[in-house]
């Protein structure tokens, strides 16, 4: 919907570029209604070419959602699993003659050894 077909007027700007922004000519603003919950007529706010909510964006955004849902469980469980061994390990270095816990000083405090 062109914004020149139902609000003729002077020029304003992108609601997504900010007050900041150079005023554009209706012409390049689209006027895009959104829902609100309290007001039955809903809102409008004017966007520039690049900000405009356009219907096939929103399907490109709904989209990802889909495919991400479906690669989430088996995606995070190994990085997290990785994580969890992998982060106590750089922490708490252990001695690979007593194993026991090298504290930051590097020096083992049970046979003295230096790591590294
Ligand atoms: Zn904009
Ligand atoms: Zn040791």
């Known amino acids: 919907v062109s914004l020149v077909d139902i609000a003729p007027g002077e020029a304003t700007r992108c609601f ?3 007050p900041a922004s150079e005023v ?3 012409e390049e603003l689209q006027a895009y209604k959104h829902r609100h919950p309290g007001n039955h007529d809903g809102y409008v706010r004017f966007y520039c070419g690049q900000h405009v909510p356009a219907a096939p964006a929103l399907a490109e955004v709904a989209a990802p959602k889909a ?7 088996g ?3 190994e990085p997290a699993a990785s ?3 992998a982060v106590p ?9 007593c194993f026991m816990e090298i504290p930051p ?3 083992c405090g049970n046979c003295g050894k230096t790591l590294g």
């Open 16 to 18: 997504v570029c900010g």
């Open 24 to 26: 554009l000519p209706r």
């Open 67 to 73: 495919a991400r849902r479906s690669r989430v469980p």
């Open 75 to 77: 995606e995070r469980r």
């Open 83 to 85: 994580r969890r061994v």
């Open 89 to 97: 390990e750089r922490a708490r270095p252990v001695c690979p003659d």
């Open 105 to 107: 000083t590097g020096v």
